[in-house]
């Protein structure tokens, strides 16, 4: 069954504007994963956060795990056209010992 | 170092028809799973093995798919005999260890093998 929520499904932004991604389980996280998939190819790694509260950075995207672990957020700053993409978290439950994907999101940034 | 890397990239059958998907974990990784990714949704866990044992294959459908993993290294993936609601792409994946244990770091992707069925 599916665990984790993202929201918004689909996101168009103009060029420069910023964007916030959420992720959302009902249960505690071991760690959650940030992908990010162009149509037609594999999944790319972007990030992992482990510990409540943590905020890691890469170039533009920033991505943050709230402090009870059962929510993240992927900021994207000032876009641009080479950010679009399907952007999908995941994550390891406490449930076991089984990696689940997020809904996905699929952004489009108009140049 | 070589990645994961799956085969076929593209099949066409027609329904009824049985079809195999074949991966190549990245070397030294323990773990390796399937994902079924149909058009417009996150990829959904089919399979997950443990070197070669099978963790979890709650989500897939045992009547039609099947998988193995001999020698924990390579694995297949079949469906027989093929639905149109099969069509998707499949993913393979793979990991140093198991997910929330201490060494799961990232999953590496294939490619992944699209199917369409007729």
């Known amino acids: 069954s599916q665990e984790l929520e993202q929201s918004p499904q689909s996101l168009i932004v103009q060029e420069g504007k910023n964007l916030t991604i959420n992720c959302t389980s009902s249960k505690t996280l071991y760690g959650l994963y940030w992908y990010k998939q162009k149509y037609g190819e594999g999944l790319i790694f972007l990030m992992m956060l482990q510990k409540g509260g943590e905020e890691k950075s890469h170039e533009k995207i920033t991505a943050k795990l709230d402090e009870k672990k059962q929510q993240s957020s992927l900021h994207i700053t000032a876009s641009q056209p080479s950010h679009a993409g399907i952007y999908l978290c995941?994550?390891?439950?406490?449930?076991?010992?089984?990696?689940?994907f997020g809904t996905g999101t699929s952004l489009t940034v108009i140049p | 170092e070589a990645g994961v890397a799956q085969s076929p990239r593209y099949k066409i059958i027609e329904k009824r028809q049985s079809v195999a998907f074949w991966c190549n974990p990245i070397?030294?990784?323990?773990?390796l799973y399937w994902y079924q990714q149909i058009l417009g949704q996150g990829p959904k866990l089919l399979i997950q093995f443990q070197n070669n044992g099978v963790v979890d294959d709650s989500q897939l459908p045992k009547d039609r798919f099947s998988a193995e993993r001999l020698k924990g290294v390579d694995s297949t993936l079949k469906i027989q005999p093929a639905k149109l609601e099969d069509s998707a792409v499949y993913l393979c994946?793979?990991?140093?260890?198991?997910?929330?244990?201490?060494?799961?770091?990232?999953?590496?992707f294939g490619e992944g093998s699209r199917l369409t069925v007729l």
């Open positions: 994946a793979s990991s140093w260890g198991l997910a929330g244990g201490l060494n799961t770091g990232e999953l590496f």
């Open positions: 070397s030294g990784h323990a773990t």
């Open positions: 995941g994550a390891d439950t406490s449930t076991g010992n089984q990696f689940y």
